[in-house]
């Protein structure tokens, strides 16, 4: 058993009652609050082009929380985007980008309106259990993944023969028969 397994007291039905009704209360308060510093960070970026503290927020989100909401809400509102690590990246490149998973986006433009009237809560919404976890939709979007691919050869030169396509090939097929 863990640590953290023999810290946790089992809770009888109205302790989870209370328990709940304490997430509910200490979320929205989270989510107010987080709202209020990541407004303040596309502020602070546009006035000063410092994405520092973009990257300290989006790595201290807890566990849990819906950090890829926050990351739609700062690349729709704030001059960042997200760093692209080249496919040969090293471990030092990848253990950067867990500190510092944005960079300033120069071409990029502030829309403090935007970041103001919608909280970054809403920028991608979760997907319903049966979307998530449903197999009927895990295989259309690996068609959707497959379909992607093959515009990229077309596009992009990419090789049908490259060995993640025809992976994904072969997924597809398998997604297919589903």
Same mark, same amino acid.
């Given at each position: &058993?863990?640590?953290?397994? +023999?810290?946790? =007291? ?17 979320? %929205?308060?989270?989510? %107010? ?5 990541? =407004? ?20 201290? &989100? ?16 704030? +001059?960042? +985007? ?10 030092? &490149?990848?253990? %950067? ?29 979760? +997907? ?6 449903? =197999? ?15 515009? %990229? ?10 060995? &993640? =396509? ?13």
């Amino acid at each position: &058993m863990t640590k953290q397994a +023999k810290a946790i =007291v089992i809770l009888d039905a109205k302790g989870i009652d209370a328990g709940i009704t304490s997430i509910v209360k200490r979320g %929205a308060s989270l989510d %107010a609050l987080i709202q209020q510093v990541a =407004v303040s960070v596309v502020k602070h970026i546009d006035e000063h082009g410092d994405i520092t503290l973009a990257n300290r927020l989006q790595v201290s &989100m807890p566990a849990g929380s819906r950090s890829n909401a926050l990351t739609a809400f700062l690349l729709a509102t704030a +001059k960042v +985007k997200v760093r692209v690590l080249p496919q040969n990246a090293t471990k030092a &490149m990848k253990e %950067a980008f867990k500190t510092q998973p944005f960079e300033f986006n120069r071409d990029g433009k502030t829309d403090m309106e935007a970041a103001l009237a919608k909280p970054w809560y809403e920028f991608k919404k979760p +997907k319903s259990i049966e979307q998530e976890f449903g =197999v009927k939709e895990l295989s259309a979007g690996i068609l959707r993944l497959v379909l992607q691919v093959d515009k %990229a050869i077309v596009a992009s030169g990419l090789s049908a023969n490259d060995p &993640m =396509v025809v992976q994904l090939k072969a997924l597809s097929a398998l997604a297919a028969k589903q």
